[in-house]
């Protein structure tokens, strides 16, 4: 996980719960599919605050109740009230376009993240048009609906996502078992650092095969832990961003132009004997232009952290 996204749901948590809570109660009251388990109702009764809640304690412990269920179920009654939650959080149902139901891309409309928090070089945003061509990120289950089929529809288990991240590279992986970072949840633990000295790295720009062969980038844990590692290697972070090593070397380069710019324009004003804020505004002007980036918004780029990183590594 490259991006921290506590926040990107705020905005469609009240309509989508509402609609979960919707499912559950009208399977409650009768009105749901036909299920086959006579355990389904009494799971949803332990658990529905658990699935609609915005704490991932909440999902950790719906969970530790579903498999309590399996271990008093023989291997059928589990497989059967797995089937029968497929049935009420139907998510193949819940991705159809619908111009008037809550769905997929309803909710994918109040996502806050421009790209995918797990590998952050793909976009994860939303278009829409009713009767016609419509596109929205994927929404991957952090845990698997294969395995937790009631946490299929609950939106802290749902992951903006680019299709390599959710489907070649995790596919139905168990984060439950295995622990990685949650974009929902966890603080951002992975800095990028470039180890080529500074002086070489202009002679790779406008060379790709050059770049991606002498420039080397590092992305090292801020504080090592066993999620940071196993999402580091789930998601291939450190062999997908060695292809990005011409971005990287470009971004250097422009930021050395730009301070080199600044440098000079300070040393000018400052024989003609201009105020010192006046000095910083333009620094500030010159290097958002030249960058095309500005550091405090490093989320909403695509590569913004790798970028937020080599200025703050390279900064004079």
Request: proline letters at 5%; hydrophobic letters at 35%.
């Amino acid at each position: 996980m490259i991006l921290s996204i506590p926040d990107n749901w705020s905005t469609a948590s009240d309509k989508h719960n509402a609609f979960v809570t919707a499912l559950i109660q009208s399977y409650l009251n009768g009105n749901g599919p036909a299920t086959k388990s006579k355990y389904v109702a009494c799971f949803l009764k332990l658990t529905q605050p658990l699935i609609i809640s915005d704490k991932l304690s909440d999902l950790n412990a719906s969970i530790q109740t579903l498999l309590s269920f399996k271990i008093r179920l023989t291997p059928r009654q589990y497989k059967l009230l797995l089937n029968d939650l497929r049935k009420i959080f139907n998510y193949d149902s819940f991705c159809k376009k619908h111009p008037v139901k809550w769905n997929a891309y309803s909710l994918c409309n109040h996502s806050r993240c421009r790209t995918c928090p797990y590998c952050n070089h793909s976009y994860a945003m939303t278009v829409y048009q009713d009767g016609e061509g419509a596109f929205r990120p994927t929404l991957d289950h952090f845990y698997p609906k294969t395995h937790y089929p009631h946490l299929a529809l609950s939106l802290a288990n749902l992951i903006p996502s680019c299709y390599s991240c959710n489907s070649s590279l995790k596919g139905d992986a168990d984060f439950f078992l295995h622990k990685h970072l949650h974009p929902l949840f966890d603080q951002e633990n992975l800095k990028f650092q470039c180890t080529t000295p500074q002086k070489k790295i202009t002679a790779l720009v406008g060379n790709v095969e050059k770049s991606n062969k002498h420039f080397k980038l590092r992305l090292v844990p801020i504080k090592p832990c066993e999620a940071t590692t196993n999402s580091l290697a789930r998601f291939a972070l450190k062999e997908r961003y060695d292809m990005l090593a011409f971005e990287a070397a470009s971004f250097i380069t422009a930021q050395i132009t730009a301070d080199t710019l600044i440098a000079n324009l300070a040393t000018a004003k400052a024989k003609s004997r201009k105020n010192q804020t006046s000095i910083r505004m333009s620094s500030a002007s010159i290097k958002s232009h030249s960058l095309r980036f500005e550091p405090n918004e490093y989320q909403h780029y695509l590569l913004g952290r790798l970028y937020f990183d080599l200025h703050d590594q390279f900064k004079r």
